[in-house]
């Protein structure tokens, strides 16, 4: 028998794209359940569209703990979401981050590690020359800060589609762009916090849906770190900042942007 290597790069090539488009599927369902719960946005967690991205995860990664644990709390995440009330859930939301930012799990990567506020709008601009790479800008309709959990999520997730429709349109060297970018996203900035917002908020959470958010959150950063070999040094409790809080969210990123738009000069 004949084996055709072109056929097997082209079945290789497919189960690639295949393991990316489900990543970044994950990616946008966490940045959804991040935002403000409402019933339109977190119908992506019903039928038969979730059960397949849940059973296309699993070949994404090597089988080990958090993977188990990931896939465990997957399903509990299903199963609380199809019991749940949407106005319950957007009181224990408000329960949680409140209604100002949060001092115990603050959406914004600006919380966490900045030892002054020009050290925060340096952040801030850092993350918005990721972005304005890659032609994208902030929502108008979620008018969130850049540096927001759901935002950088959903960065990280068009990352791994862009580098999926790389891989079947133009080929490795734009598809390698997408990876180192996701690789340095995070290192320097994704990788160093989430990890300590998944423990805090799935703290604040106690128990439910959101704690089962938490949980799913905390399994698929280490397993996307693992799997890219990104190590970083994550924060923590310790490297929270509370004292750069007040820090008015439209002010940095007016800060960021100039700062960015100044470059070295």
């Known amino acids: 028998m004949v084996v055709n290597n072109s056929d097997l ?3 290789d090539q497919v189960a690639e794209v295949g393991n990316l488009l489900a990543r970044s599927a994950l990616y946008q369902v966490l940045s959804t359940c991040y935002l403000f719960p409402e019933e339109k946005k977190l119908s992506v967690l019903e039928g038969e569209d979730f059960n397949e991205l849940v059973d296309k995860i ?27 009330d949407i106005e319950k859930l957007q009181r224990i939301y408000n329960r949680i981050v409140g209604h100002t930012i949060s001092k115990d799990c603050p959406l914004y990567e600006g919380q966490y590690g900045a030892a002054h506020v020009f050290q925060q709008v340096q952040d801030l601009a850092d993350i918005q020359g990721f972005y304005r790479a890659f032609g994208l800008d902030i929502s108008e309709e979620e008018k969130e800060r850049c540096d927001h959990i759901s935002v950088e999520l959903e960065f990280l997730q068009f ?30 900035h994704a990788g160093k916090w989430i990890p300590l917002f998944a423990l805090l908020f799935g703290r604040k959470s106690i128990d439910g849906f959101y704690f089962a958010i938490s949980e799913v959150m905390k399994e698929f950063i280490k397993l996307e770190m693992d799997l890219l070999g990104v190590q970083t ?21 007016s800060c960021a942007s100039s700062v960015d738009e100044m470059g070295d000069n």
């Open 233 to 253: 040094e994550t924060f923590t409790e310790s490297d929270l900042n509370q004292d750069v809080v007040a820090g008015a969210p439209d002010e940095c990123l």
């Open 9 to 11: 790069q082209e079945t």
């Open 58 to 84: 699993k070949g994404c990664y090597t089988e080990g703990d958090s993977l188990t644990a990931m896939l465990e709390s997957l399903k509990n995440v299903q199963e609380f979401y199809s019991t749940a």
């Open 159 to 188: 990352l791994l589609y862009k580098q999926a429709y790389a891989i079947e349109n133009h080929g490795n060297e734009e598809a390698e762009i997408c990876l180192d970018a996701q690789k340095k996203f995070l290192k320097e």
